[in-house]
């Protein structure tokens, strides 16, 4: 095989991947929100150092592909917004990882 063909099929399952994810603020909310069970959105705004308004379109991005859900409860008269993956949000991070790790591994 011609190494142009190699490389060809090697990125293959960049086609594939899931385009929500992908983009660099949602990937990194989406991994920050794989390893806890869930967190509010100061804890996230804090831990990405993203704006308010810009966390807030991203979740809402997240939200509207079904790998987000968003809770609003009040604590003591205080608003407060609980985000956790959902279980189709653990799967497909979990398909997007698998698809970047088999073009890294192809290399």
Same mark, same amino acid.
């Given at each position: 095989?011609?190494?142009?063909? =190699? *490389?060809?099929?090697?990125?293959?399952? $960049?086609?594939?991947?899931?385009?929500? =994810?992908?983009?660099?603020?949602? $990937?990194?909310?989406?991994?920050?929100? /794989?390893?806890?069970? /869930?967190? *509010?959105? $100061?804890?996230?705004?804090?831990?990405?150092?993203?704006?308010?308004?810009?966390? @807030? /379109?991203?979740? @809402?991005?997240?939200?509207?592909?079904?790998?987000?859900? =968003?809770?609003?409860?009040?604590?003591?008269? =205080?608003?407060?917004?609980?985000?956790? $993956?959902?279980?189709?949000?653990?799967?497909?991070?979990?398909?997007?990882?698998?698809?970047?790790?088999?073009?890294?591994? /192809?290399?």
């Amino acid at each position: 095989m011609a190494k142009q063909e =190699i *490389d060809r099929e090697n990125l293959q399952p $960049l086609t594939e991947i899931d385009r929500v =994810i992908h983009e660099p603020a949602r $990937l990194l909310l989406v991994a920050t929100l /794989s390893v806890v069970e /869930s967190a *509010d959105f $100061l804890f996230l705004m804090n831990q990405t150092k993203l704006t308010r308004g810009n966390l @807030s /379109s991203h979740l @809402s991005k997240l939200e509207a592909a079904g790998y987000v859900e =968003i809770k609003k409860e009040f604590v003591e008269k =205080i608003p407060r917004t609980l985000l956790r $993956l959902t279980e189709e949000g653990r799967n497909a991070f979990l398909e997007y990882r698998q698809k970047m790790q088999q073009v890294l591994d /192809s290399f």
